[in-house]
């Protein structure tokens, strides 16, 4: 009888993609991977360790298989950047954890689990893996995130990615267009670009920065959207604005996490523009196309962060109304250059959270009203029950993260589909639209 393995995957969806590795690598060994939480034998913690929060929950998900283990002998692995970060001390605190692996060991998945099952403890971290075009996506099967590149140069002040990760190391082009074809072979309509910073792609191993080539590669296969997130803001181009407007295959969505527009916190994080910088990024951009849709994260509460600082970002949330941003309480990391810095109270930089969340709240209901009457495609993604609304989203709306379409119809939809749709009207921050004849 096969072994049942559960896999539990946190954190963003960088790390989606390395469990669907991780999926793909246990199947084609034979495992049974279940969900069923009272019938398994091994589960695998893929875990995150970007914020505190990000811990916290990784924590909590490893003490409750603790608990399962008290009553039955299963096997705990821990993986991912919490199994890389602290794996000493996760190793000596929670003896019930059989092995902790890093996020690049998970082609080695199988003899870690012989050998846990011959009832060793280790900590296995070679990072001997190379990219594979092989997964079983977890999203429902109409869209995909396609991860470019992993680890990062960019060395921010207040991030231990580089530290976790590495250096910025590029996917080769051709076995992201083969991945990509299969991905599309197995009707994803969407490719989701990802990767700590997708406009640096290609310049480790081009020697030039290649997103436009590869966007030119990916939107010549059978899929209708292109999607890209995390475009870090001094590498965004108007060749790349321009594209993103000419090609019918890619959204008209940038994802640029600008993280503040005071210049002294800016140059605190160690980021590469200025307030006025970003200012002017924003305004290329509209000014290439207006309706192209701009989501950003900010970091509230950084280190000697003054009440000037945080009402400048404050200012431009209000005057620059950007479609969709998150706005994140600093979270202090050990090991960055931050976490030096003179700290802010936390209950000032939660407070100053949910005030500027506020104001976006507002834009984006005053973004929300000047929808109405326009003409979208949208794709359709299933019921929402709790609402009694059928639900899609159009090339402006990221999955997940962002706002939904409530959708009416007199014909069935099928999830997965384009509906050419007009917009009547809206609820809160979400859009209703009618679905046209």
Known sequence: MSKKVAVISLGCDKNRVDTETLLYVLDNAGFEITVDENDFDIVVINTCAFIESAKTEAI??????????????????????MGVRYAEE?????????AIIGFRDYQAIVSIIERVENGERFIYKKSEDKPTVN???????????????????NKCTYCAIPKIRGKYTSRDMNSLVTEAGLLADNGARELILVAQDTSRYGIDIYNEYSLLKLIEK??????????????????VTKDLVKEIKDNPKMCRYMDIPMQHISSPILKKMNRHLTGDDIKRLVEMIRSVDEDIAIRSTFIVGFPTETEKDFNELERFIEE???DFAGFFAYSQEEGTAAARLEQIEDSIK?????????????????????KVGKKLKVLYEGA??????FVGRSE??????????????????????????????TDGIDLIGEVDD
């Open 396 to 425: 402006f709306n990221a999955p997940d993260i962002d706002t939904n379409i409530l959708l009416r119809s007199d014909s069935v939809l099928e999830i997965g589909e384009m509906y050419n749709t007009t917009i009547v009207d």
């Open 384 to 389: 929402d029950y709790d609402r009694q609304e």
């Open 320 to 322: 620059y109304k950007l």
């Open 218 to 235: 990916l939107t010549k296969l059978d899929v209708d959207w292109v999607r890209l997130l995390y475009l870090y803001p001094e590498l």
């Open 350 to 370: 939660q407070a100053r959270v949910k005030e500027i969340e506020e104001i976006q709240y507002k834009v984006m209901l005053d973004n929300a009203k000047k």
């Open 60 to 81: 909590d998900n490893i003490l409750d298989m603790v608990e399962i283990k008290k009553t039955r002998p299963i096997k705990i692995i821990v993986s991912g950047c």
């Open 90 to 98: 996760l190793f000596n605190d929670i003896p019930e954890i059989d």
């Open 135 to 153: 997964r079983i996506v977890t999203t429902p099967y109409h869209y995909a995130y396609l991860k470019i590149a992993e680890g990062c140069d």
